[in-house]
């Protein structure tokens, strides 16, 4: 191209499964955002942009998780020379794309200089496109195109060294509910490095031991995805916080019925004996929850407020599965 030589490192993007190139890049200095009350940055050297890919549709067989649809980076042109006068000379040059969640310096000129980034352009983007809130209503009284099934979006690429946030909207709400609580999240430099934020958005009609055992469900689905192990920092100590009905759903989640909800229903509608038995044995695992050989803590008890509550923690060694009731 006019006698020079273009090449690019794409390496450090990782855009969603099936997606070799993002559909547009957009400077994060060109958006802006109403109810975001911070944009958080670091400054640096580097281009800030955001990348747009086309996100999958949801079809009947689709797995539940989704990793974020525009995933913030940070382009830097390198020239090719090991000083001044080389580099004025040289005709190739290298476009080298970053993660800033995981790169905070790059090596110029044998020094390390900070790495720009823009925290909160992907997150706000992606609030912006997705129509969550007529489509939280449209869940909610049953519409065809509302959501029938839980989903669960990663605000950042996975990374296995962070611990995991799950945060869970309340009744005919969305992920938009947490619109500042997780742009805080991704912006604190502490924060950001110790933690990776997943929403859950699931339908807020359905019944609420369906809605357990259906967001269970979800979120191993993740973890198998992306640690079939279980042994990474992300699925363990994973911290659930809920909102109004998302804070009920979130003590549920880590609770055990054992078989007492089961046995007060027998007494006070009394079976047969076989007929009993055959209904328990049978019962889908909405009837109980158990944690079966791992443990959980909840640090407060659901209530509905104005405001996030219910900040929750388990383990994946931990993490209470449904099973039927015994």
Not at 156 to 177: C, K
Not at 188 to 199: N, S
Not at 241 to 252: K, N
Request: with cysteine; hydrophobic share 35%.
């Amino acid at each position: 191209m006019g006698g020079w030589r273009i090449d690019s490192d794409v390496t450090a993007l990782k855009l969603p499964p099936g997606v070799d190139l993002p559909q547009e890049l957009i400077p994060a200095a060109s958006l802006t955002f109403s109810g975001l009350r911070n944009i958080y940055r670091r400054d640096g050297f580097g281009a800030e942009l955001v990348a747009v890919t086309n996100e999958p549709a949801y079809g009947a067989n689709a797995p539940p998780y989704r990793e974020t649809p525009y995933p913030a980076l940070t382009a830097v042109l390198k020239f090719e020379g090991a000083d001044l006068q080389q580099v004025l000379a040289t005709h190739a040059l290298r476009i080298v794309v970053f993660d800033p969640y995981k790169t905070s310096t790059v090596q110029l000129g044998g020094q390390d200089i900070p790495l720009a980034a823009n925290f909160t352009s992907g997150y706000g983007l992606w609030l912006a496109r997705s129509d969550f809130a007529l489509q939280s209503l449209r869940s909610l009284f049953g519409s065809a195109d509302g959501l029938t099934r839980p989903r669960i979006y990663l605000m950042q690429p996975y990374d296995p060294n962070r611990r995991t946030v799950i945060m869970l909207h309340g009744l005919a709400s969305s992920p938009e509910a947490w619109i500042n609580v997780a742009n805080e999240v991704l912006g604190d430099e502490t924060l950001r490095r110790g933690y990776q934020i997943w929403q859950v958005y699931y339908p807020t009609n359905a019944p609420l031991p369906i809605n357990n055992l259906a967001i269970r469900e979800a979120v191993e689905q993740t973890l198998a995805h992306f640690d079939p192990g279980g042994k990474a920092k992300a699925s363990n100590n994973i911290t659930l916080i809920g909102h109004s009905m998302g804070g009920v759903l979130s003590r549920l989640m880590v609770s055990s019925s054992e078989d007492k909800l089961w046995d007060a229903l027998l007494e006070s509608y009394p079976m047969q004996a076989r007929s009993s038995s055959a209904s328990k044995s049978g019962s889908r695992p909405t009837c109980a929850s158990s944690p079966c050989r791992r443990s959980a803590t909840p640090s407060s008890s659901p209530r509905r407020t104005a405001a996030p509550t219910l900040p929750t923690t388990a383990s994946r060694a931990g993490w209470p599965t449904s099973s039927p009731c015994r």
